[in-house]
């Protein structure tokens, strides 16, 4: 498969058999890109494509709701990106791209990713409420946050994405992951099924989350498929730290899950996407019927990827931005933590008496207050050169060392007292 789409070629199954035909490369596509500038972009070609144009949304009338649902399917085209990065932010930003910037009104895209180990949130999460953040940056797992709601989910080299692009007037979660389950079928018996909250279950278990994007024109749908997940890696990655946090964002519902190695041992990434590919090339842009190969002969087919300046002109720096404190960090809506910390008698070790209940206020990731909670619940804020600083879970071992340094009078004086 990888050879297949490394020589940009459309793969045709039918009837048990493989039919390779010869596809244009992405080169030969047009595609207009709203800039000043007179350099032509390497999707542009001299000649029309038979496949059809790859154009920008600013550069096509925009259609109405109703427009669009008029179009008929036989009018509406498809193709599959595979990004050739294994890098989330990366990937998130050419996600962000095809979003803000494709024409999908007869063009609808499946891009398929697969990341190094890290930790994306959805857009309105926490990830101190989600993870350890600071567990997170020991073990070198990258933390990220998407432009989708959702919740957290654990990626590495044995998870699969799934980006479904199409416009806002088509968005169908379900069938979307209908394509899905029915590629899981057809390629290996494997009877997954859809869950209330449309994530995809396998005998009881999660296999797939799931989250989206609805802007206008276009919206995108994206999940998660474990294949052969290191569970182990999965469950530590999304242990919360031992605090108390109170915040309005939105937070993620634990499932147990399985990877789909657990059930049917044959089950490798490679194949599982060239299978998802294909079922989504031989399904028709909005009916689940099969299309079959006379579908699938008129179809863009597989192309290869390369997320680069070069093919999509200021990915990088929406990659800087995905990758920055601000996005991943300063996004976070605001929260407090409070702490029961340890403080060391003067007799030695421990003292349940020098136990102190301490609350972190935090606005955009930066501590904007320190109090310490009196029996009566009361707070009393603590003057700490902190404040200012970004928020960790280790802001707390330098809370306790201050406060055990602290004299009864300056105890009084850091309370303001």
């Known amino acids: ?78 193709s599959v990106f595979i990004s050739q990065s294994n890098d989330v932010f990366t990937n998130l930003a050419l996600e962000d791209w095809i979003y803000r910037n494709f024409d999908l009104t007869h063009h609808h895209i499946l891009m398929l990713w697969i990341n190094k180990p890290s930790v994306v949130v959805g857009r309105h999460q926490n990830p101190f409420a989600e993870t350890n953040v600071s567990a997170l940056q020991r073990n070198g797992i990258e933390l990220a946050r998407r432009n989708s709601g959702g919740g957290a989910v654990y990626h590495d080299l044995g998870n699969l994405n799934c980006s479904f692009f199409m416009p806002r007037a088509r968005y169908d979660r379900k069938y979307n992951l209908t394509l899905i389950t029915r590629a899981l079928y057809r390629e290996y018996g494997i009877n997954a099924e859809l869950s209330a909250r449309d994530d995809i279950v396998l005998l009881g278990k999660k296999i797939s989350g799931t989250a989206a994007k609805l802007g206008q024109p276009n919206a995108y749908h994206h999940c998660t498929l474990l294949v052969n997940s290191n569970k182990l890696h999965l469950g530590a990655s999304l242990a919360k730290d031992n605090v108390e946090i109170t915040s309005k964002a939105t937070a993620s519902i634990p499932s147990p899950i399985k990877n789909l190695v657990d059930v049917n041992r044959t089950v490798n990434i490679q194949q599982l996407l060239s299978a998802i590919g294909y079922e989504f090339l031989r399904t028709p842009a909005t009916q689940l019927t099969d299309g079959g190969r006379e579908l699938l002969m008129k179809q863009r087919g597989f192309q290869l990827i390369n997320p680069t300046d070069k093919w999509f002109p200021g ?66 804020p603590v003057v700490s050169d902190m404040v200012g600083r970004a928020y960790s879970e280790d802001c707390f071992h330098g809370i306790t060392e ?16």
């Open 1 to 78: 498969m990888a050879a297949m789409v490394a020589q940009r070629c459309n793969v045709v199954r039918s009837l048990g058999r493989i039919y390779v035909l010869t596809a244009p490369s992405l080169a030969s596509h047009h595609y207009r890109y709203s800039s000043s500038s007179s350099t032509k972009h390497p999707f542009q070609g001299e000649g029309s494509s038979p496949t059809g144009h790859l154009t920008m949304t600013s550069g096509s009338k925009q259609l109405s709701t109703a427009d669009i649902k008029k179009i008929p399917d036989a009018e509406v085209r498809k």
């Open 402 to 417: 201050a406060l055990k340094g602290a004299s009864a009078e300056g105890m009084q004086q850091a309370m303001g007292l």
């Open 315 to 380: 990915i990088t720096e929406l990659r800087e931005n995905f990758a920055s404190w601000e996005w991943r960090f300063g996004k976070t809506p605001n929260f407090s933590v409070q702490k029961t910390i340890q403080l060391k008698s003067s007799r030695g070790g421990d003292d349940p008496a020098q136990e102190m209940k301490v609350k972190v206020d935090v606005e955009k990731a930066l501590i904007k207050e320190i109090s310490l909670i009196l029996p009566n619940h009361e707070p009393i």
